[in-house]
C-alpha cells in the first residue's frame, strides 16, 4: 500500500509559479509509474502529466504546451511538478497518482490506470 501526500499548492496570481511536490511512503518508489491529474470546480478529473519509473521522457496533457515540467527523484521517493505562467483555467486540486509496474517505460494518461491516490493540494491562479 502506497501512501501519497501532496504539498505545494497556494494561490497566485496569473503568470506566477508554484512547484507541486509529491511524498510517497514506498520504499520500492522505484516500481512505479506516477501521474499529475487536476480538478477544477464542476469539472471532471483531467490528466496533467506522467512519469515512468525511470522518470525517462515525460507524458504531458496537450494543455500543459512547454508550462509545466515533470520529474521525479526515487532516492527521495518523491515526484514533482514545477508550474510557471499559471492562468486562471489552471485552478483546481492537484492529485498525485501512482501504479506498480513492471515496465521501465510506460506512461499513462488513464486516470482507471493508476491504484493509489493522495488527497489533492488546492492550487488558485487569481486574475
Known amino acids: 500500500q502506497v501512501r501519497l501526500v501532496e504539498s505545494g499548492g497556494g494561490t497566485v496570481q496569473t503568470g506566477g509559479s508554484l512547484r507541486l511536490s509529491c511524498a510517497a511512503s514506498?520504499?520500492?518508489?522505484?516500481?512505479?509509474?506516477l501521474g499529475w491529474f487536476r480538478q477544477a470546480p464542476g469539472k471532471e478529473r483531467e490528466f496533467v502529466g506522467s512519469?515512468?519509473?525511470?522518470?525517462?521522457?515525460?507524458y504531458y496533457a496537450e494543455f500543459v504546451k512547454g508550462r509545466f515540467t515533470l520529474s521525479r527523484d526515487n532516492a527521495r521517493n518523491a515526484m514533482f511538478l514545477q508550474m510557471n505562467s499559471l492562468q486562471p483555467e489552471d485552478t483546481g486540486v492537484y492529485y498525485c497518482?501512482?501504479?506498480?509496474?513492471?515496465?521501465?517505460?510506460?506512461?499513462?494518461?488513464?486516470?482507471?490506470?493508476?491504484?493509489?491516490w493522495g488527497q489533492g493540494t488546492q492550487v488558485t491562479v487569481s486574475s
Open positions: 497518482a501512482a501504479t506498480w509496474t513492471t515496465d521501465t517505460s510506460t506512461v499513462s494518461s488513464a486516470a482507471g490506470e493508476y491504484d493509489y
Open positions: 514506498e520504499r520500492t518508489f522505484n516500481m512505479y509509474m
Open positions: 512519469l515512468s519509473r525511470t522518470g525517462g521522457v515525460p
